[in-house]
Structure formats: structure tokens, C-alpha cells
């Protein structure tokens, strides 16, 4: 994508945390920019009319201004909001898995439209189906399209559930923070 000073993207919320009084910084997938964080002025505020629109999850279109430090999200709609995952521990749990594994598996700004759309259709099916057997099988699947498109592993190859934790955890380098507590929703 071409620098513009003001630009509007499509993208799903991946990551929220606090700054300062009232701000958000947000890590935000882009089907145009891939990985970006950006800050979200006055967001915490009780009155905030873009509060609702980017919750973790959330399929979004954003307006932002690009900023000498950090841009600066100017305008949000949710296109899904996330808020309908919060109706089931185990499926939210999914859907940060998946989260969780696109922000450290790519880079910043490094475009993926194809794995934008493999992330999002996703998480729709996480809300269409209601099995958390069918959810644990495109979780599965999720991983292997991702870690394929990403050329981590060659499209013959499969990886056995069991071993896919340690296998992302050594191309990343750092410990996967939603995959155990996974392992013990499925061992209730």
C-alpha cells in the first residue's frame, strides 16, 4: 500500500492494552498492511462511541492517521463485532489461539490478504459451529493453512496435534500462552 497520511483498512483486532489514562494500543491484522499497532485516543472513556467497535476479535474497518510515533486510529465500524464470542469461554479461548498465533507468527506490515481471509473465515466458523470437537478439528486445520501459506511446513507434511505447540514454540522462540490452557479445557 502506497503512504498516505490518512488511510482506512480493513482489519481483525488481535491484541488490546492499556496506555496512559484513557488510550488503547491496539494490534490490529489488516487485509491491506498486514500486522499493525496503533493507538486508540480516548477509547477507555466511559462515552466513547468507538469502544464498542473494537473489541478483541472484531472484524473492523478503521480510519487512520499516520503519526510521526505511532498512528493514531481516527474512525472504527465493526463489521463483526467480537462481543459474540464472549457467550462461551472455550470457543473465546479458540479464537485467541488463533489470535495469538498470527501475531507471532508475522511480521509487522507485511501484507497477507490470503491469511487475512484464512483468519477470518476462522473465526466465523468458530461462531457457526457449536462442537467444541468441530472447533479443535479447524483449529487443526488453521494451523497447518497458516504455518503452510508462511512456509513453515511443506503442504505434505502434517503435524500431530499433540506436537503442534512445540513445533510453533521452536520457530518462535517464545512459549504459546493460549495452547495449555486449551489442553486443560479439553482434559475437563
Not at 492494552?17 to 498492511?33: M, P, R, S, V
Not at 493453512?145 to 505447540?165: A, C, D, K, N, V
Not at 518462535?172 to 495452547?179: A, D, N
Request: hydrophobic share 40%; aromatic share 10%; with cysteine.
Amino acid at each position: 500500500m502506497k503512504y498516505q497520511r490518512v488511510y482506512t483498512v480493513e482489519g481483525i483486532i488481535l491484541k488490546r492494552k492499556a496506555a496512559g489514562e484513557a488510550d488503547k494500543i491496539l494490534t490490529i491484522f489488516t487485509k491491506q498492511l498486514g500486522k499493525v499497532r496503533i493507538i486508540a485516543k480516548g477509547i477507555r472513556r466511559i462515552h466513547s462511541r468507538r469502544a464498542g467497535h473494537v473489541e478483541l476479535f472484531s472484524r473492523v474497518i478503521v480510519t487512520i492517521h499516520n503519526h510521526q510515533f505511532m498512528d493514531i486510529m481516527t474512525e472504527a465500524q465493526a463489521v463483526r463485532h467480537g462481543s459474540q464470542f464472549e457467550t462461551d469461554f472455550t470457543r473465546m479461548a479458540y479464537a485467541y489461539c488463533m489470535c495469538e498465533l498470527i501475531d507471532q507468527l508475522l511480521p509487522d506490515r507485511q501484507e497477507h490478504a490470503d491469511v487475512f481471509f484464512l483468519l477470518a473465515n476462522s473465526l466465523d466458523g468458530l461462531l457457526r459451529e457449536n462442537d467444541p470437537g468441530v472447533w479443535q478439528v479447524s483449529l487443526g486445520e488453521f494451523v497447518h493453512e497458516l504455518l503452510w501459506r508462511l512456509g513453515f511446513l511443506p503442504s505434505t507434511r502434517h503435524i500431530s496435534h499433540e506436537s503442534m505447540q512445540s513445533y510453533i514454540e521452536h520457530i518462535t522462540e517464545r512459549k504459546l500462552r493460549t495452547w495449555p490452557l486449551l489442553r486443560a479445557l479439553r482434559d475437563d
